[in-house]
């Protein structure tokens, strides 16, 4: 049960935008800018990152949901996402998608446990300025979207098929432009 009145048909995230549309519209601005806009990392890669840091925090709506439209571009079934969650560096990924996972597990845990090393481990791989500020940034913000959304108490599906089936319509809609109530 939410800790704040909210609808209760709206999932995750959902419920406190609708409550605040105000700033449901800033925050999906950013979230259209990182995980849609172009850029050099897919949006399979962004949303793998946004993905890993939600499971690292925990927050079963975020990991899900973007998880599902990780599955969703990167055209692989939801075991391959759980792996990469447990052991991205087992995984079939590139070496520069690893290291900048390792600089996204850094950042979950606080920006100032980003290494030297890792940036440069990541620019060895052929990681851009853009790509590195990039990740810590998808990173950051999506450690806020973990707290807003356990912090208000949601609730979330629990049946893990619901945003398998909801990645392709959210990968067709993008953020800023969806209806919060389907």
Same mark, same amino acid.
């Given at each position: 049960?939410?800790?704040?009145? &909210? /609808?209760?048909?709206?999932?995750?995230? %959902?419920?406190?935008?609708?409550? %605040?549309? $105000?700033? *449901?519209?800033? &925050?999906? $601005?950013?979230? $259209?800018?990182? =995980?849609?806009? /172009? !850029?050099? =990392?897919?949006?399979?890669d962004r $949303? &793998?990152? *946004?993905?890993?840091?939600?499971? &690292? !925090?925990d927050c079963f709506f975020c990991q899900n949901a973007h998880g599902g439209l990780a599955q969703h571009y990167l055209q692989c079934d939801m075991k391959f996402v759980d792996d990469v969650k447990k052991d991205y560096a087992a995984m079939p990924l590139s070496d520069k998608l690893k290291s900048l996972l390792a600089i996204a597990g850094s950042v979950?845990?606080?920006?100032? !446990?980003?290494?030297? *090393?890792?940036?440069?481990? *990541? %620019?060895?791989?052929?990681?851009? /300025?853009r790509e590195i500020h990039d990740t810590v940034l998808i990173a950051a913000a999506f450690c806020m979207f973990n707290r807003y959304v356990d912090g208000?108490?949601?609730?979330?599906?629990? /049946?893990?098929?619901?945003y398998i089936d909801r990645g392709p319509r959210r990968a067709e809609e993008g953020y800023i432009n969806f209806d919060l109530y389907k």
């Open positions: 049960m939410a800790h704040i009145t &909210l /609808d209760p048909q709206l999932p995750g995230i %959902r419920g406190p935008m609708a409550f %605040r549309p $105000e700033t *449901a519209r800033p &925050l999906n $601005e950013l979230a $259209e800018v990182l =995980l849609r806009s /172009d !850029n050099s =990392l897919s949006r399979g $949303e &793998l990152i *946004a993905t890993y840091v939600s499971s &690292l !925090n979950q845990k606080g920006g100032k !446990n980003v290494t030297p *090393a890792q940036i440069e481990n *990541a %620019r060895s791989h052929g990681a851009t /300025d208000l108490g949601t609730w979330a599906p629990q /049946d893990r098929q619901v």
